[in-house]
């Protein structure tokens, strides 16, 4: 089976948030919990939900909910495990999507919430759950064709009847054939399991502004065009509006390799985030992990020049939580 990447890993989690866990742990069931205004506190548990700067967490120790405010000076450390979860450290705080365990240390404001000073988090096992959670249904798909590709050899063997040997030998490569199926049908599902749902295709999100940048053939710099909707859809995070966080996907045409187009999708998602950061003053906390999705989810076809250069693009949304935006 071929090895998940630390990106790879990156594209699972943000399918987990997408489904069971983060609808499961947004039950209004849950109460919130209250940390004592002005002493030090510590919590640790699952996102559940976000709000902008907002985190909820299933505590692990009362199974209750905290609210953990994330600022500009909360420090966010990624303990060093097996895998390299993201390319660039500095975007560690976009990492925060529902489903991610962390620990949070910090004070307690007025309104019972944790005003966390440090947030630390480890990937591995949040992106090991993830990975295998995926492969259930894919290494059932594998071991149905491998079963049928083995009992086609054995039929063709049985027709054949010429010698034992010949017989033996068949079933043999029958098997060969059922193994090499089997692989196939693993890295077709692992290939599948890229194209992954966001946390925008979650019902409780609501899409409020949203922008398509187009880059060139294997480039990933932002033109003048793509400054100016970039500038555009910024407009609305310093509009008043409570609670946004901003999701950037990043795609690539089909030209090249996998590797190649996975890389480019990855660096133009990286670039719009920096700019929407160090031009337009969207914190970095309020972005939702920039991610490349390489070719998946072409908007065209990748057969003609014109279509190659619509697929060759990133997806930017700016959301709210419609459970904590009545009305939104």
């Known amino acids: 089976m071929k090895r998940k990447t630390g990106n790879e890993f990156l594209r699972a989690a943000l399918l987990l948030s997408s489904v069971a866990v983060a609808v499961c742990f947004l039950s209004d069931s849950i109460r919130a919990g209250q940390i004592v205004a002005d002493k030090k506190g510590k919590v640790s548990g699952a996102i559940v939900s976000r709000n902008g700067e907002l985190i909820t967490i299933k505590d692990k120790k009362s199974g209750g909910s905290e609210v953990v405010e994330i600022t500009e000076n909360t420090k966010i450390v990624r303990t060093h495990g097996k895998f390299e979860f993201f390319r660039h450290a500095d975007m560690d705080v976009t990492a925060m999507v529902p489903g991610l365990t962390i620990d949070a240390e910090g004070v307690g404001n007025a309104k019972g919430q944790l005003v966390a000073s440090k947030i630390t988090f480890n990937p591995d096992t949040f992106a090991i759950e993830v990975a295998e959670e995926q492969q259930i249904t894919a290494n059932k798909a594998a071991a149905a064709q491998a079963q049928s590709t083995a009992n086609q050899g054995v039929s063709a063997a049985k027709a054949a009847q010429s010698s034992a040997n010949e017989a033996q030998a068949s079933a043999n490569t029958a098997q060969s054939s059922a193994n090499a199926a089997g692989a196939a049908a693993v890295v077709d599902a692992e290939?599948?399991?890229?194209?992954?749902?966001?946390?925008?295709?979650?019902?409780?999100?609501?899409?409020?502004?949203?922008?398509?940048?187009?880059?060139?053939?294997?480039?990933?710099?932002?033109?003048?065009?793509?400054?100016?909707?970039?500038?555009?859809?910024?407009?609305?995070?310093?509009?008043?509006?409570?609670?946004?966080?901003?999701?950037?996907?990043?795609?690539?045409?089909?030209?090249?390799?996998?590797?190649?187009?996975?890389?480019?999708?990855?660096?133009?998602?990286?670039?719009?985030?920096?700019?929407?950061?160090?031009?337009?003053?969207?914190?970095?906390?309020?972005?939702?992990?920039?991610?490349?999705?390489?070719?998946?989810?072409?908007?065209?076809?990748?057969?003609?020049?014109?279509?190659?250069?619509?697929?060759?693009?990133?997806?930017?949304?700016?959301?709210?939580?419609?459970?904590?935006?009545?009305?939104?």
């Not at 003048?224 to 859809?233: F, N």
């Not at 390799?257 to 890389?263: A, E, H, S, Y």
């Not at 970095?284 to 619509?310: C, E, F, K, W």
Request: a positive charge; charged letters at 20%.
């Open 191 to 328: 290939a599948i399991s890229m194209v992954n749902k966001r946390v925008s295709d979650l019902d409780s999100y609501k899409t409020v502004a949203e922008a398509v940048i187009y880059f060139p053939s294997d480039g990933s710099k932002l033109d003048d065009a793509a400054k100016a909707d970039l500038a555009t859809l910024a407009q609305y995070t310093s509009g008043g509006l409570t609670g946004y966080m901003v999701e950037i996907a990043g795609y690539a045409s089909s030209t090249g390799t996998k590797q190649l187009n996975q890389k480019l999708s990855e660096e133009r998602a990286t670039n719009v985030a920096k700019y929407l950061r160090e031009t337009q003053s969207v914190p970095m906390r309020r972005i939702l992990v920039p991610a490349g999705y390489g070719a998946s989810h072409p908007d065209a076809t990748n057969s003609d020049a014109q279509g190659r250069a619509i697929n060759r693009r990133v997806e930017v949304k700016v959301l709210v939580n419609k459970g904590l935006n009545p009305g939104a």
